[in-house]
């Protein structure tokens, strides 16, 4: 397993929930972090102070990761402060829970843009580091509404597929320059997101609760310090999705 120890990580949507026990857990693991975050200041700044206290380096960069200018902005900060991205954690994401009557080519757009779109983006941005460096990690947030279809609705499950293709294209393309990527698939993980959801309910997992974001933690940590476990993507499910 390769050791982590001073190498960078960035986390999108960082500021709360997956993407902070994922943040958390890599600086644990000795990386430094930069934690993205788009409008929640004060919670990203508690994990960067969180972050430093592990005695890591650390960053709190807002930026929306759907906007091209924005992401190369980003990318070129975390650079300056902490050094070339080599762990990129593509974890931002929204949820708009819908009805097929009120499913609108908007929100299918904002989805779209927010949930994939940002994955592109950010990918693309840090790769040519990764590739002078001949070693990177990509590690994609994606969910069991890619293989169910989830409960939030199609422009949910259609972004978070596209994770799954996408993630299997750079692995192919990276496989040879010392590069994995690899997504997480997680479902009812206790956060802000599914608190607010009325149709989800611990018991629609077979375990019978919800998921801890740090059990989704550990599975990044791992993916990040193999570098044999490419294209893959690893359920976190409570036994919803057996694949």
């Given at each position: 397993?390769?050791?982590?120890?001073?190498?960078?990580?960035?986390?999108?949507?960082?500021?709360?929930?997956?993407?902070?026990?994922?943040?958390?857990?890599?600086?644990?693991?000795?990386?430094?972090?930069?934690?993205?975050?788009?409008?929640?200041?004060?919670?990203?700044?508690?994990?960067?102070?969180?972050?430093?206290?592990?005695?890591?380096?650390?960053?709190?960069?807002?930026?929306?990761?759907?906007?091209?200018?924005?992401?190369?902005?980003?990318?070129?900060?975390?650079?300056?402060?902490?050094?070339?991205?080599?762990?990129?954690?593509?974890?931002?994401?929204?949820?708009?829970?819908?009805?097929?009557?009120?499913?609108?080519?908007?929100?299918?757009?904002?989805?779209?843009?927010?949930?994939?779109?940002?994955?592109?983006?950010?990918?693309?941005?840090?790769?040519?580091?990764?590739?002078?460096?001949?070693?990177?990690?990509?590690?994609n947030v994606s969910s069991t509404a890619a293989q169910l279809g989830g409960i939030v609705g199609p422009h949910y499950a259609a972004?978070?597929?596209?994770?799954?293709?996408?993630?299997?294209?750079?692995?192919?393309?990276?496989?040879?320059?010392?590069?994995?990527?690899?997504?997480?698939?997680?479902?009812?993980?206790?956060?802000?997101?599914?608190?607010?959801?009325?149709?989800?309910?611990?018991?629609?997992?077979?375990?019978?609760?919800?998921?801890?974001?740090?059990?989704?933690?550990?599975?990044?940590?791992?993916?990040?310090?193999?570098?044999?476990?490419?294209?893959?993507?690893?359920?976190?499910?409570?036994?919803?999705?057996?694949?």
């Amino acid at each position: 397993m390769d050791d982590l120890s001073g190498r960078v990580a960035l986390v999108t949507g960082g500021s709360r929930g997956i993407g902070r026990a994922i943040a958390l857990a890599l600086a644990a693991a000795g990386a430094d972090v930069a934690v993205n975050y788009r409008s929640r200041t004060a919670e990203a700044e508690a994990v960067r102070a969180a972050i430093a206290g592990l005695g890591r380096r650390a960053l709190a960069v807002t930026a929306d990761v759907a906007q091209a200018g924005e992401v190369a902005r980003l990318v070129g900060a975390v650079e300056a402060g902490l050094g070339p991205v080599a762990m990129l954690v593509n974890n931002a994401g929204i949820s708009e829970p819908v009805t097929l009557e009120t499913l609108s080519e908007a929100v299918w757009e904002t989805t779209i843009a927010t949930n994939l779109k940002s994955v592109f983006l950010a990918t693309q941005a840090v790769l040519p580091a990764m590739r002078r460096a001949r070693w990177g990690r990509i590690v994609n947030v994606s969910s069991t509404a890619a293989q169910l279809g989830g409960i939030v609705g199609p422009h949910y499950a259609a972004a978070k597929a596209g994770i799954h293709g996408m993630t299997h294209a750079y692995a192919a393309w990276l496989v040879q320059e010392g590069i994995t990527a690899n997504a997480i698939a997680p479902a009812l993980i206790e956060t802000d997101m599914i608190r607010g959801h009325a149709r989800a309910k611990p018991e629609r997992i077979p375990v019978g609760r919800f998921g801890r974001p740090e059990e989704v933690a550990e599975v990044a940590v791992m993916l990040a310090r193999n570098g044999y476990i490419t294209g893959q993507t690893i359920n976190v499910n409570g036994g919803l999705y057996m694949s």
